[in-house]
């Protein structure tokens, strides 16, 4: 656990995205979204746990168009901020998917390692379409190219926390993107 005497605030070095500006990117991605599927009746958001649960509240909310929701829950970190490259289904959909639009909801691509096995996985299940929308992309950091069909920012190389991101399971509820205090780090002992 990260010495919890103190206040999350203070943890901060920089708001890399504020509040105002995520709303009004998602709402864009939301448009974008409800237009690109008009045409069908049938769309199913898959929420990757626990990072994209913030991002998919307010998505969810800003589509137009009929849709239900389900949960994956993958884990590819530990308390770690590099991927270890070995990517965890820890929970799995309830349903079957065959014939399905589906739309994956993502908060971050880095490596890449974490869609690409997903995309592997959910395709081998026969969706009618898999596409994929990611709140935030580091393009420098990629290993694996993924097909990411809507992306709310591209960031640079740095490792941010907030708005469903965590490190070391903390900072997920700050309502905006912010890049941590390096002192935070060293209180990592792994
Ligand atoms: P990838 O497999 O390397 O693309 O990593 C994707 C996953 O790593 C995301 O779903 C996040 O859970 C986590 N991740 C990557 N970069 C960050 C970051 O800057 N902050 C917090 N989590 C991150
Ligand atoms: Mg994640």
Redesign the pocket.
């Given at each position: 656990m990260i010495n919890s005497s103190h206040n999350l605030h203070d943890d901060i070095a920089d708001i890399l995205i504020d509040e105002k500006t995520l709303q009004a990117r998602i709402r864009e991605l939301a448009h974008r979204i409800t237009d690109d599927y008009r045409h069908t009746d049938d769309l199913l958001l898959i929420c990757?746990l626990k990072?994209a649960f913030m991002f998919l509240a307010d998505l969810t909310r800003d589509l137009e168009r009929p849709h239900e929701l389900d949960f994956m829950g993958v884990s590819?970190?530990g308390a770690s901020?590099e991927?270890s490259g070995v990517?965890r289904i820890v929970l799995d959909l309830n349903q079957d998917i065959g014939g399905r639009n589906v739309l994956i909801v993502?908060?971050?691509?880095?490596?890449?390692?974490?869609?690409d096995y997903l995309r592997r996985i959910l395709l081998a299940r026969s969706p009618a379409s898999l596409r994929i929308v990611s709140l935030l992309d580091?393009p420098d950091?990629r290993e694996v190219d993924v097909p990411v069909d809507y992306t709310g920012f591209h960031i640079p190389n740095?490792?941010?926390?907030g708005y469903g991101?965590?490190?070391g399971e903390i900072y997920r509820n700050l309502p905006f993107i912010a890049i941590l205090k390096s002192e935070v780090f060293a209180h990592l002992n792994t």
């Open positions: 990757v990072g590819s970190y901020t991927s990517v993502e908060d971050i691509i880095d490596s890449g390692r974490t869609l580091k950091r740095e490792f941010v926390v991101l965590d490190f």
